[in-house]
């Protein structure tokens, strides 16, 4: 980042013109004024105010005032006479970053001037950041002009400001992560921390420690504490990705942390209260892994107070074309359009990967295109990739005319006939449990 303009405020001028010099000579630009009334006209220009506290008229503490009241972001630094130490001191309760004790080495100014510009531009990075951050996860900011994603961003809108625990289903790669983020971000626990747990890629072994935390001696190379996943996100939000291979020993810790918000580090008797909200994705059927005995029933209804459901790529395809824009925006080296009949190609497929797979597509087309703009020619799908699932009326491996829910009637039928109306029977020749089978009996409507 470039060194901040500084402005010199000191009424001695041969003072102002040796410090303006030695500043210059550090490579910072600069500017200079006789009295306080003068800076605070240029006070807008400068990255970093250099001022005395003894100028005629308004001093350097009213400087300080009005500069407050004039809300210049400008850190400021005093150079106060040698016995004036406690003004400095009531300088910097108001606001002022550094003293400088005059007399002082040109040597020392340029190092605290230079620490000063330092701080400031770290600070500037970091307000940089935070604004990026709000820009990225700002409602207008995900793609979802089609009505499947503006009804899921509606209710992230409306459950953002809650403390209410929220289940986000999707497919893989439909964006489950960008919606948690986006929730968090306009919660009132922006600024908190985000903690993302990826349930999958957790060994069972390793998934109460690194969650709940441990003790010294816990276990073995369990050399010093350890707090776990909840601890750090205290006052913040917990996302759970891919809550649906939490083995079950874990689930019955997470239900109490849900109910409760406690728990206890491995090895320890002490119980630790924690402030978390509470955000879970699945890209499976969790009311199918309730029927079959891998998932609890109480903890399912802990999670799932606010649903919310991430359509797939294929089911909301009026968003491809300004999905691939974006993506072209952020890969391509230089400026670059996508063609009409490369936006045809990418809308007839079936995007089995989701809109992770359209971005890896757009960034793989652009690498290994000639330059230019993306043509039809250009775009690599993946040749191999199978779709994911199908809509009735689109499904070439039904019977012709028939529906997805129908073909699933008649099996049932079928499985029911063969086993002479035995539910356990029928249950078994479908690799079902009987508690799923009679759950699909009720929806369906089926008599066995």
Not at 31 to 49: F, H, K, P, V
Not at 361 to 367: G, P, T
Not at 380 to 403: I, K, Q, V, Y
């Amino acid at each position: 980042m470039m060194k901040p303009r500084i402005l010199i405020v000191e009424d001695e001028e041969k003072l102002r013109r040796v410090v303006e010099l030695q500043l210059r000579s550090a490579g910072f630009e600069v500017e200079s004024a006789a009295s306080a009334e003068s800076a605070l006209r240029i006070a807008d220009r400068a990255g970093l105010i250099l001022t005395d506290l003894r100028l005629p008229g308004m001093d350097g503490l009213e400087l300080i005032d009005a500069l407050r009241r004039q809300n210049a972001q400008a850190p400021v630094i005093v150079m106060t006479a040698y016995g004036t130490v406690e003004t400095a001191v009531e300088a910097m309760k108001r606001g002022a970053v550094d003293f400088l004790p005059k007399p002082f080495s040109m040597d020392h100014l340029t190092a605290v001037v230079s620490k000063a510009a330092e701080v400031r531009n770290l600070r500037e990075e970091n307000r940089e950041l935070r604004a990026e951050l709000g820009r990225r996860y700002d409602y207008g900011n995900i793609i979802g002009g089609s009505a499947a994603m503006q009804e899921v961003l509606h209710t992230v809108e409306r459950v953002a400001a809650s403390r209410a625990t929220v289940l986000l289903c999707g497919e893989s790669g439909s964006g489950k992560d960008l919606i948690a983020r986006a929730i968090h971000h306009h919660s009132p626990r922006n600024g908190r921390p985000f903690v993302k747990i990826n349930c999958t890629s957790l060994p069972e072994n390793l998934m109460e420690s690194e969650l709940f935390g441990y003790e010294k001696g816990a276990f073995t190379g369990a050399q010093q504490a350890k707090p776990g996943k909840f601890e750090q996100a205290d006052t913040g939000t917990v996302f759970l990705d891919e809550i649906g291979d939490v083995p079950a020993s874990i689930q019955v810790k997470l239900l109490r942390v849900l109910q409760e918000r406690e728990f206890e580090r491995l090895g320890s008797n002490k119980t630790l209260r924690i402030d978390v909200r509470i955000i879970a994705a699945t890209n499976v059927d969790l009311r199918a892994a309730l029927e079959e005995g891998r998932f609890r029933e109480d903890l399912y209804y802990r999670l799932n107070v606010v649903p919310i459901n991430i359509p797939a790529l294929r089911e909301r395809k009026e968003d491809i074309p300004a999905l691939a824009r974006r993506f072209v925006a952020k890969y391509a080296e230089s400026p670059c359009e996508i063609e009409a009949a490369a936006l045809e190609k990418l809308m007839a497929y079936h995007w089995p990967g989701n809109v992770r797979e359209l971005e890896n597509v757009i960034e793989r087309s652009l690498v290994l295109s000639p330059g230019g703009n993306l043509t039809a020619g250009a775009v690599r799908l993946d040749a191999n990739a199978r779709p994911r699932s199908t809509a009735a009326g689109d499904n070439h491996f039904l019977p012709e005319g028939m529906t997805l829910d129908e073909f699933e009637r008649s099996i049932i039928r079928e499985a029911l006939r063969r086993a002479d109306g035995n539910k356990s029977q029928a249950a078994r020749l479908l690799g079902l449990t009987r508690n799923a089978l009679r759950y699909r009996l009720d929806q369906m409507g089926v008599e066995g």
